[in-house]
């Protein structure tokens, strides 16, 4: 157990639709990553987020959004979903140094759009 | 731009047999270099991580890997496997600018330890 949790484990909708995926982060980690995973895609970097400001921005597509709340935890918005955003959605957090401090990942939010 | 090559994608092995998993990176900056594996339906975990010093990185469950600036690559080693290594093994950079941390990935290799 990494210490990351994210809800929910899997998301089943429609194409048009909008979902959020929620994750806390390790107790004392402020930074935040959000990542996808898809067999086409292979495992891209999607956003950071430390301590509430957005640090770093991978290919994210404009469709999506994500924001870190002052408890720390992370939400990722993904709106006008289509068939290729299906996908596994990992997020990661580490500490004050995030490039040398190891990222923890939770165990995934799997999206599936029909 | 950086880029992380994993040159094999599937690396079958017998149990207790040594095994290499193979990784170049392309980058204009230095670079920190991590692998992490991928149980079946779980999350990544960090294997081992260079970041200066020593270039054999020693990792847990047995792993190591050596750091070769003049050839960039990365490969991850492990004098005997077992069932339990079979996995997705992952190839990771961190450019070293401040940038954030964000992670460029290999595609991945997939390792299966057969009895």
């Known amino acids: 157990d990494s210490g990351v949790t994210q809800t929910p484990k899997h998301l089943i909708t429609a194409t048009g639709q909008r979902v959020t995926l929620r994750c806390s982060p390790r107790s004392g980690d402020l930074s935040v990553y959000w990542y996808q995973q898809s067999l086409d895609q292979g495992l891209q970097f999607l956003i950071q987020?430390?301590?509430?400001?957005?640090?770093a921005k991978g290919n994210i597509l404009e469709r999506f959004s994500a924001q870190q709340f002052p408890d720390l935890h992370s939400e990722l918005n993904l709106s006008s979903l289509e068939l290729g955003d299906s996908a596994l959605y990992f997020c990661?957090?580490?500490?004050?140094?995030?490039?040398?401090?190891?990222?923890?990942f939770g165990p995934g939010t799997r999206l599936t759009v029909l | 731009a950086q880029s992380v090559t994993q040159l094999d994608s599937q690396v079958p092995v017998f149990e207790e047999a040594p095994v290499e998993l193979r990784c170049n990176y392309s980058s204009s900056v230095s670079v920190y270099l991590f692998w992490y594996v991928q149980y079946p339906n779980q999350g990544l975990q960090l294997l081992l991580k260079y970041l200066s010093g020593s270039t054999l990185v020693k990792g847990i469950n047995g792993f190591e890997a050596e750091f070769n600036k003049s050839q960039t690559s990365f490969h991850l080693r492990k004098p005997s496997v077992h069932i339990s290594d079979t996995a997705e093994y992952f190839c990771?950079?961190?450019?070293?600018?401040?940038?954030?941390?964000?992670?460029?990935f290999g595609q991945g290799t997939e390792l299966s330890v057969k009895p």
């Open positions: 987020y430390y301590n509430g400001e957005e640090r």
């Open positions: 990771a950079v961190i450019p070293v600018y401040n940038q954030g941390g964000k992670l460029i």
């Open positions: 990661a957090s580490s500490g004050m140094d995030w490039l040398t401090d190891t990222q923890y």
